[in-house]
């Protein structure tokens, strides 16, 4: 059942809440790996989706922003780096759904 469904999805944001409370420990203790600040993008981006799937797209585009602003920094030192170009691209991707959804952009 939806509700379900959305208990799931709401458990599922708290759990990004808490691993990324322990990406920016990782990245505080760490700050010259790029695999962690990396990681922590992508958790933001996660979370997003998961707002995004509840309609909570406002939040959705600040996760999703924030994602981008730890990735950018990685792809402009890392220009090679096929990884980070493609979780750079998803971020950006995403966050252009949300702001759709917001009606920000057709």
């Known amino acids: 059942n939806i509700l379900g469904e959305n208990d799931k999805k709401v458990e599922a944001i708290e759990t990004y809440q808490n691993g990324i409370s322990c990406y ?13 600040e990396s990681s ?6 996660n979370m997003g ?34 990884q980070i170009r493609r979780f750079l691209g998803i971020h ?5 759904i949300a702001l759709r959804e917001l009606g920000r952009i057709d």
Request: charge should be negative.
């Open 40 to 45: 922590l993008g992508g958790a933001w981006n």
């Open 49 to 82: 989706l998961v707002q995004n799937s509840l309609e909570r797209h406002d939040e959705a585009r600040e996760s999703f922003g924030r994602a981008i602003e730890l990735q950018q920094p990685l792809f402009e030192s890392n220009p090679d780096n096929r």
């Open 92 to 96: 950006r991707i995403n966050l252009a």
């Open 24 to 36: 920016e420990e990782l990245v505080k203790l760490h700050p010259n790996q790029a695999k962690y």
